[in-house]
């Protein structure tokens, strides 16, 4: 059983960074596909980047890319996301999420995995 723990969120102001941090614990950290998954009020949760476990390759939403950088830190257990640019659009819960699974095609996909953080919120203010 894995378990995550998000933190990092808080208050920003419009073109601010924030720089998320998940760590992980009860696995083998490193053969996980990690990611982030974001929900606003009112809205589905969406898919926000991921990282696989067998060789770190990154994917995000479109409207991401550019703006957050995923990583992940073997070593501590650790994923970080580093925002920038963030507008009134970014304001969400972010939860982070871990599968065994590395198939990129099932990575943006919620269902895909199995352990989930207790997110952290994230507010941008004008």
């Known amino acids: 059983q894995v378990q995550l723990v998000e933190s990092g969120g808080g208050l920003v102001q419009t073109g601010g960074s924030l720089r998320l941090s998940c760590v992980a614990s009860?696995?083998?950290?490193?053969?996980?596909?990690m990611a982030w998954f974001r929900q606003a009020p009112g809205k589905e949760r969406a898919f926000v980047a991921a990282?696989?476990?067998?060789?770190?390759?990154?994917y995000y939403a479109d409207s991401m890319e550019g703006r957050f950088t995923i990583s992940r830190d073997n070593a501590k257990n650790t994923m970080y996301l580093q925002m920038s640019s963030l507008n009134s659009e970014d304001t969400a819960v972010y939860y982070c999420?871990?599968?065994?699974?590395?198939?990129?095609?099932?990575?943006?996909?919620?269902?895909?995995?199995?352990?989930w953080g207790q997110g952290t919120q994230v507010t941008v203010s004008s």
């Open positions: 990282i696989s476990g067998s060789d770190s390759r990154t």
């Open positions: 999420a871990a599968t065994p699974w590395n198939y990129s095609d099932w990575l943006y996909k919620a269902a895909t995995y199995d352990y």
């Open positions: 009860g696995g083998t950290f490193s053969i996980y596909s």
